[in-house]
């Protein structure tokens, strides 16, 4: 009996930690992240991203009340059945209109945070709004993600992202997780030097931003958003979009909570 009891311990213990580990990263640029979203925005916001362990934001407005929206967006979630901790970057060093900060926020029974999180100085003088890297933990495992933003499309994307490439090499011992709006579709070259390391995107083909009118049940534009990891080093077990939108009656009130829909990878650090 003794015996018998021991192993169902083990066993017990053993689904625990892999429960643990398994950690669910959801990530979304949500247009203009400040003062300018309402409590009930802010309520749909929480709801949508609610069962997730770790929400990695872009487009947090620089000035006032960006870092108060994210505050806020933490308190709600706080009150609906987990504790959740955040933080804030520093505003990133493009020029004024460009300028923006990123933020994330995790819950704390699924994951908590090593050290600080910092904003990506090497290359901070060619990328406009240079990523925000922050290291989690989770049974154990760390990765590291790194939050961007991409300049727009006219303004070529690729011109900044192909610094990437060179982040493994400054960071070799972090597992780096590169999450966000990129502005460009995972299939364009720039994107070689990292898919060549070992990374791979979690779509392929997968629009995530919202056209301003449907053309036949078709909402979405471009394939702008994504989550790009080592398959050496990580596990994805489940990848996916959050078609939001479908909620409103009208693509117009769909895009005051965002022109972006949230994208999310579940994921097994090794």
């Known amino acids: 009996m003794k015996k018998t009891?021991?192993?169902?311990?083990?066993?017990?213990?053993?689904?625990s930690?892999?429960?643990?580990?398994?950690?669910?990263?959801?990530?979304?640029?949500?247009?203009?992240?400040?003062?300018?979203?309402?409590?009930?925005e802010l309520e749909f916001i929480a709801n949508t991203v609610k069962n997730y362990d770790v929400l990695a934001i872009q487009e947090v407005v620089a000035g006032d009340g960006g870092a108060q929206a994210v505050a806020r967006l933490s308190d709600i979630l706080n009150r609906k059945g987990a504790k959740w901790d955040y933080t804030i970057s520093n505003?990133?060093?493009?020029?004024?209109?460009?300028?923006?900060r990123y933020a994330f926020i995790w819950k704390t029974s699924k994951v908590r945070t090593v050290g600080k999180g910092w904003l990506e100085v090497n290359f901070s003088l060619q990328i406009d709004r240079e990523p925000f890297f922050q290291t989690f933990e989770s049974g154990g495992k760390q990765f590291t993600l790194v939050n961007f933003h991409a300049i727009t499309?006219?303004?070529?994307?690729?011109t900044e992202i192909k610094y990437f490439k060179f982040l493994p090499a400054e960071y070799p011992d972090k597992n780096l997780i590169f999450?966000?709006?990129?502005?460009?579709?995972?299939s364009h070259t720039v994107f070689n030097p990292l898919k060549?390391?070992?990374?791979?995107?979690?779509?392929?083909?997968?629009?995530?931003?919202?056209?301003?009118?449907?053309?036949?049940?078709?909402?979405?534009?471009?394939?702008y958003d994504n989550i790009f990891y080592n398959q050496?080093?990580?596990?994805?077990?489940?990848?996916?979009?959050?078609h939001f939108y479908k909620i409103f009656s009208n693509m117009a009130d769909a895009e005051l909570i965002s022109d972006h829909v949230p994208i999310y990878l579940k994921l097994l650090v090794k």
């Open 17 to 40: 930690l892999s429960t643990y580990s398994q950690t669910t990263i959801c990530s979304w640029n949500l247009k203009d992240f400040g003062k300018s979203k309402s409590d009930s």
């Open 153 to 158: 499309k006219a303004m070529q994307p690729e």
């Open 196 to 223: 060549g390391m070992g990374y791979k995107p979690i779509f392929a083909g997968q629009k995530t931003s919202l056209r301003q009118t449907c053309i036949e049940g078709d909402c979405l534009a471009s394939e």
């Open 232 to 242: 050496t080093k990580v596990e994805a077990q489940e990848a996916g979009v959050i």
């Open 179 to 186: 999450c966000g709006d990129f502005n460009c579709p995972q």
């Open 5 to 15: 009891n021991l192993g169902i311990f083990f066993i017990i213990i053993f689904l």
């Open 91 to 100: 505003p990133t060093s493009g020029n004024s209109y460009k300028r923006e």
